[in-house]
């Protein structure tokens, strides 16, 4: 069974990848951030009568497949043809991350809207340590010693935490991800949505983005989370509040950004 699933799968690929000058480029791109609710909202997004979204929903282009070229990056969208009128996106959730991603973006896609998805720092960081702990990639059964490094290198007003798929709080270090695309893009491509908000009031936050997108607002949205991290144990009141001490002045430096009026 699977041999046939993979054998259906190259003929697909096969067939995108000769009709990719023929298919659009991005309109949008959800970019971040890990655990903080891309995955919900590129479902629900696919559910939008105007939006047309790839099969997969991380393509990882501007990351870690850039070197594949423009054409193979389009080799997943759908044909411009039969979807005139419509608007297309992807959501990676590591090009918030990545250093290099915004330029690369920018380069190519200049006029694309940005979508950002911004969770409370201390639970998505407890919520991306439970995927790594299910997936078998955190060896560390105690959160408090996974993030023991990462405590002392913020302590000591560093960053440059080495271990990029396990870096649980200097992930949402969001100021330092979220300058970099005001830099290249400005305020007026950059839409930030509130991923507490996307779960408590979401047909009020996918209108917003509809509108953002500059799409007609819709009424049919049916609200099922997705990819949400399951796990026994709450966080330690202890370790809650060490961590807000931690993240205090690096929030009051993201809320100063988002806040501050766009140049003129």
């Known amino acids: ?7 259906l799968f190259d003929i697909y690929r096969f067939y995108y990848r000769i009709t990719a000058s023929l298919r659009a480029k991005p309109d949008f791109l959800i970019i971040g951030v890990q655990k903080g609710g891309t995955t919900s909202l590129f479902h629900y997004l696919r559910q939008h009568p105007k939006i047309k979204l790839p099969r997969n929903k991380e393509i990882h282009f501007f990351d870690r497949y850039f070197r594949k070229g423009i054409l193979w990056y389009r080799s997943w969208f759908p044909l411009c043809l039969f979807n005139k009128g419509f608007t297309t996106g992807e959501a990676t959730p590591s090009y918030m991350w990545d250093k290099e991603t915004a330029n690369r973006i920018k380069n190519i896609l200049p006029d ?13 960081a407890y919520s991306h340590y439970h995927m790594e702990l299910k997936k078998k990639r955190e060896v560390n059964t105690d959160f408090e010693t996974a993030i023991s490094k990462e405590i002392e290198f913020l302590q000591q007003g560093r960053s440059d935490y080495e271990n990029a798929e396990t870096s649980y709080l200097i992930r949402g270090l969001y100021a330092y991800q979220l300058e970099r695309y005001y830099h290249f893009f400005g305020k007026k491509q950059v839409m930030i949505v509130q991923s507490e908000d996307l779960k408590t009031q979401p047909e009020i936050v996918l209108n917003q983005i509809t509108d ?12 099922i989370e997705k990819n949400v991290t399951q796990y026994n144990c709450a ?13 205090s002045k ?11 009026k766009p140049a003129r």
């Open 1 to 7: 069974m699977s041999s046939i699933k993979e054998f």
């Open 112 to 124: 694309v809207k940005i979508i950002v998805l911004l969770r409370n720092p201390i639970d998505r």
């Open 212 to 223: 953002f997108l500059e799409l007609p607002r819709w009424n049919g949205w049916k609200i």
């Open 235 to 247: 966080l330690s009141e202890a370790t809650r509040i060490k961590l807000q001490e931690i993240f």
């Open 250 to 260: 690096h929030n009051k430096r993201l809320d100063a950004i988002v806040k501050e």
